[in-house]
């Protein structure tokens, strides 16, 4: 007879948490290791459309949840609580408010960066598919706001921050 934690309902949901968000940072590793060789140049193309549709996942997310997206803090903190849900409690971070209009999540920590460098890829890899997130989440729950990216661990700076401020519109001068 063996002991342990054979029934899932035995299984405390915090673990349950990890394991499932620790393969759901892996995956994105495997893949690319697996397909890049054999698919070359047109990979970053397709796993793109991958994150595009991960993008629509967290818009959903956020609004089943009905998380706040009136202003850029609340777009900062919507977001923040949306990746942790899709990435895991490994991923850690913070927002600062810098304006009236203007929010910074400072990303500390992220799983899939992590994994990432545990699998001997490096941050070049990995960028893109935060990116293809993180751009498309924020305009499409609320389309008054972007994002830009100020620093990247994936390029080597100690932390991400991501700027979510109020979209500038274009001036438009008569003649």
Wanted: proline share 5%.
């Amino acid at each position: 007879m063996t002991t342990g934690l054979s029934d899932l309902k035995s299984i405390p949901d915090d673990i349950k948490w990890r394991l499932a968000a620790e393969c759901a940072a892996r995956i994105p590793a495997l893949y690319d290791v697996a397909f890049r060789k054999v698919i070359g140049e047109r990979y970053d193309e397709i796993e793109r459309e991958i994150w595009i549709e991960l993008s629509s996942m967290a818009v959903t997310t956020a609004r089943d949840l009905g998380l706040p997206v009136k202003n850029s803090h609340d777009l900062a903190e919507s977001m923040r609580t949306v990746m942790t849900i899709l990435f895991g409690p490994d991923c850690r971070s913070e927002t600062i408010d810098v304006s009236e209009d203007g929010s910074v999540i400072l990303i500390k920590r992220c799983p899939f960066l992590d994994t990432g460098y545990r699998m001997g890829m490096n941050g070049e890899q990995t960028f893109p598919r935060c990116m293809a997130l993180t751009l498309l989440t924020v305009p499409s729950l609320n389309k008054e706001y972007m994002t830009r990216y100020v620093r990247s661990m994936c390029t080597g700076d100690r932390q991400c921050e991501i700027k979510i401020s109020r979209e500038k519109k274009p001036e438009i001068t008569g003649n």
